[in-house]
């Protein structure tokens, strides 16, 4: 039964492919009366929920107020299901830093569609850095070991997605792969296919939103911000001088880092290009509740939850702060600072530490003292896990 039950899933949507093929090609779309006219009702393939996904995003991605509007314009497009059906649903490309949550979006927005974090088809593009690796996507030419079957990397499930949701692709650090790699991908951005070098197999990327992440202009990006805070921006500002606004500098530096690593024809295909910004000083307070959130999922299932004061945030919102690393520069200081500690405290060091009984919810209270992190036993949350 769950074979025919996936079977009918892909009929259907073959068939809403089609028929958007189909209004497509017939040109102005008519009331049945000979007339243009408006489309009466909304019928959309897809019916993911919108609110859900911005909820998640605002609460998950900390200091990326502008991108995530790009992202949430986009999502609108594709939800109301007026895009070019030839051609992917999307081609996104996020630049920026190390460590500002690029790839944390796109498993953000797998965790609010599909209930799965990693329900997207990833591809590490620092893997395939030597140009014989391009067959990983296009599969071994004819002649070769392999060519028949017509095998890649790529995940067709979640490439194509569901009845009513889209496939999510995520090509990371793009700029690390060979050109041979990138080059392969030229015909995913324009009409949506990617057939195998054997011609056995056809991926169809028409169903998906595709992302790719970089790294390229951050040197740059960076130099940027330290010239707007410093004394020459100030300067610059009183003199009446610096009109562009920051994000018009940094997507100028972003452009030019691209074409100076990829052909134009390349760059030209993607559809939005979205720079994300350094994670300031004043952000890490927030992505240490973001962390404990995590935390506290993972002690859930040991029947525990843990509070912190503000002192404790703050002290691990400064041992975690580097501009270079961003967020997982905090994740290591949650870590070391947080998470060893409480370790020990689970394992008894300190002798005072009692185990939850049936489905009691335990709270912990995380205190900073002596310039660390000690633990003390609250109080129970509840009954109900």
Not at 69 to 93: C, F, H, M, N, T
Not at 304 to 311: G, I, K, V
Request: aromatic share 6%; net charge neutral; charged share 30%.
């Amino acid at each position: 039964m769950p074979f025919l039950t996936d079977r009918m899933h892909d009929r259907q949507r073959q068939e809403k492919l089609a028929a958007a093929l189909s209004d497509e090609n017939s040109g102005t779309a008519s009331r049945g009366d000979g007339r243009a006219g408006p489309v009466q009702a909304l019928a959309s393939r897809f019916s993911f929920d919108l609110q859900r996904i911005e909820d998640e995003l605002r609460a998950s991605i900390i200091g990326q107020d502008e991108a995530i509007e790009q992202v949430l314009e986009i999502l609108k497009v594709v939800r109301v299901d007026i895009g070019d059906p030839r051609k992917p649903l999307a081609s996104v490309l996020f630049c920026g830093p190390t460590g500002v949550g690029k790839t944390e979006t796109v498993r953000t927005i797998a965790r609010a569609m599909y209930g799965d974090a990693d329900a997207f088809c990833r591809v590490d593009m620092n893997t395939l850095s030597q140009e014989h690796y391009a067959a990983a996507i296009t599969g071994a030419p004819p002649g070769y070991v392999g060519s028949k079957e017509g095998t890649t990397i790529l995940d067709q499930e979640k490439i194509e997605g569901t009845r009513n949701l889209p496939g999510l692709v995520l090509f990371d650090e793009l700029e690390k792969a060979s050109n041979e790699v990138v080059l392969a991908l030229m015909n995913v951005f324009d009409n949506g296919l990617l057939t195998v070098a054997s011609g056995e197999r056809t991926y169809s990327f028409r169903n998906s939103l595709i992302f790719m992440s970089s790294n390229l202009g951050a040197r740059e990006l960076m130099m940027l911000d330290e010239r707007a805070t410093g004394v020459r921006g100030l300067l610059s500002r009183m003199s009446g001088g610096g009109t562009k606004k920051r994000s018009e500098r940094a997507h100028e530096i972003v452009m030019r880092s691209l074409l100076e690593r990829f052909p134009p024809e390349l760059v030209n295909r993607i559809d939005h290009i979205d720079t994300f910004n350094w994670i300031d000083s004043s952000k890490m307070p927030d992505l240490v509740d973001v962390e404990l959130q995590r935390l506290n999922r993972r002690l859930k299932k040991h029947g525990l939850w843990l509070e912190m004061s503000s002192d404790v945030r703050d002290f691990i919102a400064l041992k975690g702060y580097d501009k270079r690393f961003g967020a997982r520069g905090l994740r290591r200081s949650m870590r070391r600072y947080l998470e060893f500690p409480l370790a020990g405290y689970l394992l008894g060091d300190h002798g005072d530490f009692s185990p939850p009984e049936g489905s009691a919810i335990v709270k912990l209270s995380a205190e900073y003292r002596d310039d660390a992190v000690s633990f003390r036993q609250a109080s129970e949350k509840g009954k109900d896990l």
